[in-house]
């Protein structure tokens, strides 16, 4: 269970910085981290809605990415 843990943080700051970069943005690690983990709920929740799972740490990183930029284009065009 811990170990589950520490991957899906290092799994969710790894969503986060990538949305990042592909977002333009500029954040720390905190940050990231922040949005990964959010950017993999709410990415989750989508595909649920849908009908849809991720089986595989591969998948799950994936629809985490895209919760992610989700969450930085949300971020950016209605907090600002």
């Known amino acids: 269970m811990f170990l589950n843990l520490i991957i899906d943080l290092i799994i969710g700051a790894l969503v986060g910085w990538v949305a990042n970069m592909l977002m333009g943005g500029k954040t720390g690690l905190v940050r990231c981290i922040v949005i990964g983990l959010i950017g993999g709920f709410i990415g989750g929740l989508i595909m649920h ?32």
């Open 49 to 80: 809605l849908l009908g849809f799972s991720a089986s595989t740490r591969w998948a799950q990183f994936l629809v985490a990415l895209g919760g992610a930029c989700l969450v930085i284009w949300f971020a950016n065009k209605f907090l600002k």
